[in-house]
């Protein structure tokens, strides 16, 4: 079966400490892999997707995640956390369906 | 300016009272979908669109009615609304299917009483 797992609920860091969110994923054909930002009070944006190639991806607002097929896993990563980053982030999968899965989410809690 | 738009932003009703929620986007998508957001369950969806007439199923559709008679707009219906479908609504919408990038409304909270 399909699914996304992100194993924090809640992450709570420092203005200007580094960031790795998890997630981990159950696909059976070629994954497609995305993470997408809810800032607080408003819809999803598109921070970053993996299809094929460097397995290493930027994304926007300074974000990378990095897919990993032997863990099954493709982790955001941000060197230094904006208070502004506050947020809650959604990893998701799809592929040869019509369907995108979304994983529970993460929220970031960022202290000054 | 791009965007999805969805009406009401809130909205608190009685169990039974058929509500409709308004979708709307102006980029000429091809796929819209509606998403519900829960505590703990993330985001799960109840219908999508590929494209003008053609609807279908998402994972959570039981209590939903969904038409796409215009490209621009897919309104979700519930029918005859109960508690359990208090949640945060999202609409989305995208170039050509869920693979590209979702362009979502900014949600619609919905309580039933």
């Known amino acids: 079966a399909q699914s996304v797992t992100q194993p924090d609920i809640h992450i709570t860091v420092s203005e200007g400490a580094s960031l790795e969110l998890r997630c981990n994923y159950s696909?059976?054909?070629?994954?497609?892999l995305f993470w997408y930002v809810q800032s607080p009070g408003q819809g999803l944006q598109l921070l970053l997707k993996y299809f094929s190639g460097d397995t290493l991806v930027q994304g926007i607002k300074g974000f990378e995640a990095e897919f990993k097929r032997s863990q099954s896993s493709f982790n955001l990563r941000k060197p230094s956390v904006h208070w502004s980053d506050a947020a809650e982030y959604f990893c998701?999968?799809?592929?040869?369906?019509?369907?995108?899965?979304f994983g529970t989410g993460t929220r970031l809690q960022v202290f000054p | 300016e791009a965007q999805v738009t969805q009406n009401p932003r809130y909205l608190i009703t009685v169990t039974g009272k058929k509500l409709t929620v308004t979708c709307s986007q102006n980029m000429n998508h091809e796929y819209m979908s509606w998403y519900r957001q829960d505590p703990g369950l993330g985001l799960r969806q109840i219908y999508y669109?590929?494209?003008?007439?053609?609807?279908d199923k998402g994972d959570v559709p039981e209590g939903y009615k969904v038409s796409r008679k215009e490209k621009r707009n897919f309104p979700l219906i519930l029918e005859s609304p109960s508690p359990n479908q208090t949640s945060l609504y999202f609409c989305?919408?995208?170039?050509?299917?869920?693979?590209?990038?979702?362009?979502f409304g900014p949600g619609t909270r919905l309580t039933v009483t």
């Open positions: 669109s590929m494209n003008v007439e053609v609807t």
């Open positions: 989305a919408s995208s170039l050509q299917g869920p693979l590209h990038e979702q362009y």
């Open positions: 696909y059976g054909a070629t994954p497609y």
């Open positions: 998701a999968v799809g592929g040869n369906t019509d369907k995108l899965i």
